[in-house]
């Protein structure tokens, strides 16, 4: 599972997501977040587009925001290679309205399938699919405040996260559908990530910026003693 940021390297995505599947053979699947904020007005993404619009502008906006379809909706705020993976032909998506993923390769339908549309990251998701499969994270040029996998961690801590109220739209214009679930916080990822064990984590450097790989299992495990709502 890759987070990147390919801003200032001067590489085509095409080029970064031919060499990632290079590297990991024709065995190996390449998964990527596919998130789509913008679908959910309980999300800053939404918030800051809506921005400065009335009350009435606000309605018509939301009257005509275009349901998420796991075929066609972008996903622009994940970044180029994101978007290049999802536009491949044969890429696979995950169905979740708001925060779906995208895979090539021959587990991708395996690992992307069953994403409950009531749970963002947790149990249902497919990250937890790739926590039993022994999935590495790649963080490509970005810091763990970008890791969605601690995410997953945060559903397993004791007591659980506090849940809120999300909607989204889904099937058509004006369908929009409310639902409970986790209420995510990654604030404290980065934070996470500087107290990891270095014996966990594979560190170089690309185009000026840190690159960091690790296996998932035992840094979101980490991850759990870490987050300030587990149990002390």
């Not at 984590?201 to 690309?206: F, G, P, Y």
């Not at 910026?209 to 840094?219: A, G, L, W």
Request: aromatic share 6%; proline share 10%.
């Amino acid at each position: 599972m890759v987070h990147a940021s390919l801003s200032g390297t001067g590489a085509a995505p095409e080029t970064v997501r031919d060499a990632l599947l290079d590297t990991l053979g024709p065995g190996g699947t390449l998964v990527v977040p596919a998130f789509t904020p913008e679908n959910s007005d309980t999300s800053r993404a939404h918030r800051q587009i809506v921005e400065g619009l009335d009350e009435r502008q606000v309605r018509e906006f939301r009257a005509t925001m275009p349901p998420y379809d796991p075929d066609t909706t972008p996903c622009p705020t994940m970044g180029a290679l994101a978007e290049c993976v999802r536009t491949t032909p044969g890429s696979v998506r995950s169905a979740h309205p708001q925060t779906s993923l995208a895979g090539l390769g021959p587990r991708a339908a395996e690992l992307l399938d069953g994403h409950h549309p009531h749970c963002h990251l947790g149990e249902r998701s497919p990250l937890a699919k790739l926590y039993e499969a022994d999935a590495r994270i790649l963080l490509l040029r970005v810091g763990f405040e970008a890791c969605s996998a601690l995410h997953l961690a945060e559903y397993r801590t004791t007591p659980p996260p506090p849940r809120r109220t999300y909607r989204c739209v889904v099937e058509e214009k004006g369908n929009w559908i409310e639902y409970e679930d986790a209420a995510l916080d990654d604030s404290d990822f980065a934070r996470v990530g500087q107290r990891l064990p270095n014996d966990l984590l594979v560190r170089r450097e690309w185009s000026g910026r840190p690159v960091v790989q690790f296996r998932m299992r035992p840094v979101v495990d980490e991850a759990i003693r870490q987050l300030p709502c587990r149990t002390p």
